[in-house]
């Protein structure tokens, strides 16, 4: 399982971070798979724009069917926030609140070393195979949560939503979630609550998840083979010949010559 993040700082690139899930990555799978989730629901379907947003639209004079049988409008809005300020009901949005340094093992994965093989072949076409250490290890983990916000028109709408959210997390989507670096621990459910909207009312609820993530680093570790010695002995397998001192060849190659040679 490989898990990566691409940044628009250099300073990952500069300390060697391979992966660092702490708020970008789960809060944009969370939203993904909600959105991909409810795209397949007929009366909750989830329909994007062209640019991969929700697809709201000025709901004056549409039908109360729109969205189900055509494209025209999404019909539950799934997002971080509201664009440009305008509200879109039933709703949910993604929220990230707070995470904690979980360390995997006492010295945080130090001295834990990524091998390589080394092919080396000599001027005859004899090879062989070293094993050569790689990269230094140093890994963590992330243990935090996000908030799932709800709201609807209808206490039936609310109620419908938040527990089909509570069993994607708990069951549906948790092994393609692990599987992504994103394990969540635990799901629970809050307490319902209402507002004034106007002269309407808003319904809410919150879904929060418990969720594992990881970060790593993989620093190179500098050559450590700088030279292969290789001997070769003419004589009897059986040993009851001594090989003969005059036909043994020894040659010294380093590694520097070697990688030229590949």
């Known amino acids: 399982m490989v898990t990566n993040n691409f940044t628009k700082s250099e300073l990952d690139k500069l300390y060697y971070v391979v992966q660092n899930s702490l708020i970008i990555f789960p809060k944009q799978i969370v939203i993904e798979t909600l959105r991909n989730f409810f795209a397949d629901d007929l009366y909750y379907r989830y329909v994007q724009d062209a640019f991969g947003f929700p697809k709201v639209v000025d709901q004056t004079n549409t039908e109360g069917d729109s969205g189900i049988n055509d ?3 999404t019909r539950i809005y799934i997002g971080e926030f509201f664009k440009n300020d305008v509200s879109f009901y039933p709703s949910v949005l993604v929220k990230y609140t707070g995470s904690s340094s979980v360390p995997i093992s006492l010295n945080r994965e130090t001295g834990s070393v990524e091998w390589q093989n080394v092919k080396i072949v000599d001027g005859y076409g004899n090879y062989k195979f070293y094993k050569s250490p790689k990269n230094f290890i ?8 996000l908030s799932i916000d709800i709201s609807t028109r209808s206490v ?37 609550s209402e507002s004034d909207d106007r002269n309407d009312k808003l319904f809410h609820i919150s ?3 418990e969720i594992r993530t990881e970060w790593r680093r993989l620093i190179p570790v500098a050559n450590v083979i700088e030279i292969i010695s290789t001997s070769i002995e003419f004589g009897r397998v059986d040993g009851k010949t001594p090989p003969a001192p005059n036909l043994t060849i020894n040659m010294k190659q380093s590694l520097v010559d070697i990688l030229l040679n590949f």
């Open 138 to 145: 140093f890994a963590g983990a992330w243990e935090g949560s």
């Open 207 to 209: 879904v929060s998840l």
């Open 156 to 192: 039936r709408s609310r109620d419908e939503i938040s527990q089909i959210i509570a069993l994607l997390f708990t069951d549906i989507a948790f092994n393609a979630l692990s599987k992504s670096g994103l394990v969540v621990k635990k799901v629970s459910v809050g307490s319902p």
């Open 71 to 73: 494209d025209l409008t």
